[in-house]
């Protein structure tokens, strides 16, 4: 077994965020393949499958002692065109990402689809089948590697927090207009099951967004924060005029250059899988074999 395997895998451009179509791939691929996902053969032979590698650089030149395997992700192309659900965007949902991989056509990555495949038993597969690799775009590389990232830094909210919060979701005021939001970030006191919260919540303006999306950005939020204080338990000291000294220079949306990591330190990542899973979109990539 080479040590260098690897390097060797690197150097044919194999890095985070390449990918290869299933129907290039053997038809015993799977056997190489440690996933806990079901039906193996069936996603790596399906032809509107797709393998996108998730592994970071280091990962993959690593020594074959230190570091094995290669860890990828299955995404799946609809039968029909259809535009992506937007929370499965930049991001946003740690459950889903959507890429577009080829013109028009939108691709779902799901996180409970992630396999590892051996090193030298990847090289050996695509060598015979002398399979090239495609490259995502510098941006959804990007994106690619905060939705790994995400689904293992996401906090879980306190329940009666999620109860209270159910009728925004039920009353769509989580819909659409948050496009332009990169991050929603949170703030509870307590941070425990309680019947009464205090709640600081904004929205950070994504990166690459247009300028002028920012005031709609700022109003939906505003909207948003209006009905999180409309419900029993819950107040916004914002509506009120914030008097917290750390929380003054807090609005409903914020410019990345309007944050700092010292305020970050009393936020949490409010990550959308809940608000998504409301919109319909909780049908993972088997519903569309």
Request: proline share 3%.
């Given at each position: 077994?080479?040590?260098?395997?690897?390097?060797?895998?690197?150097?044919?451009?194999?890095?985070?965020?390449?990918?290869?179509f299933?129907?290039?791939?053997?038809?015993?691929?799977?056997?190489?393949?440690?996933?806990?996902?079901?039906?193996?053969?069936?996603?790596?032979?399906?032809?509107?499958?797709?393998?996108?590698?998730?592994?970071?650089?280091?990962?993959?030149t690593?020594?074959?002692?230190?570091?094995?395997?290669?860890?990828?992700?299955?995404?799946?192309?609809?039968?029909?065109?259809?535009?992506?659900?937007?929370?499965n965007?930049?991001a946003?949902?740690?459950?889903?990402?959507e890429l577009?991989?080829?013109?028009?056509?939108?691709?779902?990555?799901?996180?409970?689809?992630?396999?590892?495949?051996d090193?030298?038993d990847?090289?050996?597969q695509?060598t015979?089948?002398?399979?090239?690799?495609?490259?995502?775009?510098?941006t959804?590389c990007?994106?690619?590697?905060?939705?790994?990232?995400?689904?293992?830094?996401r906090?879980?909210?306190?329940?009666?927090?999620e109860?209270?919060?159910?009728?925004?979701?039920?009353?769509?005021?989580?819909?659409?207009?948050?496009?332009?939001?990169?991050?929603?970030?949170?703030?509870?006191?307590?941070?425990?099951?309680?019947?009464?919260?205090?709640?600081?919540?904004?929205?950070?303006?994504?990166?690459?967004?247009p300028?002028?999306?920012?005031?709609?950005?700022?109003?939906?939020?505003?909207?948003v924060?209006?009905?999180?204080?409309?419900?029993e338990?819950?107040?916004?000291?914002?509506?009120?005029?914030?008097?917290n000294e750390?929380?003054?220079?807090?609005?409903?949306?914020?410019?990345?250059?309007?944050?700092?990591?010292?305020?970050?330190?009393?936020?949490?990542?409010?990550?959308?899988?809940?608000?998504?899973?409301?919109?319909?979109?909780n049908?993972?990539?088997?519903?569309d074999i």
């Open positions: 077994m080479s040590e260098s395997v690897g390097i060797e895998l690197f150097s044919q451009g194999w890095a985070q965020g390449t990918y290869l299933c129907e290039s791939l053997s038809a015993d691929f799977h056997l190489h393949c440690w996933a806990t996902t079901e039906n193996l053969e069936k996603q790596l032979t399906d032809k509107r499958n797709t393998l996108i590698l998730l592994s970071q650089n280091c990962d993959i690593a020594k074959y002692t230190i570091e094995k395997t290669i860890e990828f992700v299955i995404a799946r192309r609809p039968k029909k065109k259809k535009p992506p659900h937007f929370l965007l930049y946003k949902s740690t459950r889903f990402l577009e991989l080829t013109d028009g056509f939108w691709y779902k990555a799901e996180a409970s689809k992630v396999l590892q495949i090193k030298q990847f090289i050996n695509i015979a089948k002398a399979i090239q690799p495609s490259a995502l775009e510098k959804d990007e994106v690619l590697t905060r939705w790994r990232a995400n689904r293992y830094m906090v879980a909210l306190p329940d009666s927090f109860n209270k919060i159910r009728s925004l979701r039920e009353n769509n005021i989580l819909d659409n207009g948050l496009e332009h939001a990169g991050s929603l970030y949170l703030s509870l006191e307590p941070f425990e099951e309680s019947e009464h919260y205090i709640v600081r919540l904004f929205a950070l303006h994504r990166q690459n967004s300028p002028e999306s920012y005031d709609s950005l700022f109003k939906k939020m505003e909207q924060i209006e009905s999180l204080n409309t419900i338990g819950l107040t916004c000291p914002y509506l009120e005029k914030e008097s750390n929380f003054e220079a807090v609005y409903p949306a914020m410019r990345r250059s309007e944050v700092t990591v010292e305020l970050l330190d009393h936020f949490i990542r409010w990550n959308f899988d809940s608000i998504s899973l409301s919109e319909g979109d049908e993972g990539i088997d519903k």
